[in-house]
Nanobody, 127 residues
Framework: QVHLVESGGGFVQAGASLRISCAASGRPFSNYATAWFRQAPGREREFVAAISRYGGTTYYADSAEGRFTISRDNAKNTMYLQMSSLKPEDTAIYYC????????????????????WGQGIQVTVSS
């Protein structure tokens, strides 16, 4: 298992940028493909972005493409999500997730395929 802790959330105005981080501990971080999901009040948890074990391949939801950038630093056991041009509809609790896999298919966008989760961090974007 890998333990995940998010940080860097907060309250920003529309159009602003924000970077959130996910620090991992436990088993080697490079064993895991990792992702960001988010959940807004009254809505299901949704995929935001994912990154392969060594960062060579990234995946984005349509809502994140072009505005968000996922990255990771395995030497620091940390994953990042740089968010720009934030919109009020980006308001949600953001969760980092990890799964031990070398398979990269559409399942990387499915929350149920991840077995390691952080506690989540609030990001609020005001209009």
């Amino acid at each position: 298992q890998v333990h995940l802790v998010e940080s860097g959330g907060g309250f920003v105005q529309a159009g602003a940028s924000l970077r959130i981080s996910c620090a991992a501990s436990g088993r080697p971080f490079s064993n895991y493909a990792t992702a960001w999901f988010r959940q807004a009040p009254g809505r299901e948890r949704e995929f935001v972005a994912a990154i392969s074990r060594y960062g060579g391949t990234t995946y984005y939801a349509d809502s994140a493409e072009g505005r968000f950038t996922i990255s990771r630093d395995n030497a620091k056991n940390t994953m990042y999500l740089q968010m720009s041009s934030l919109k009020p509809e980006d308001t949600a609790i953001y969760y980092c997730a990890a799964r031990a896999t070398s398979v990269y298919d559409t399942s990387i966008r499915v929350a149920g395929t991840y077995d390691n989760w952080g506690q989540g961090i609030q990001v609020t974007v005001s209009s």
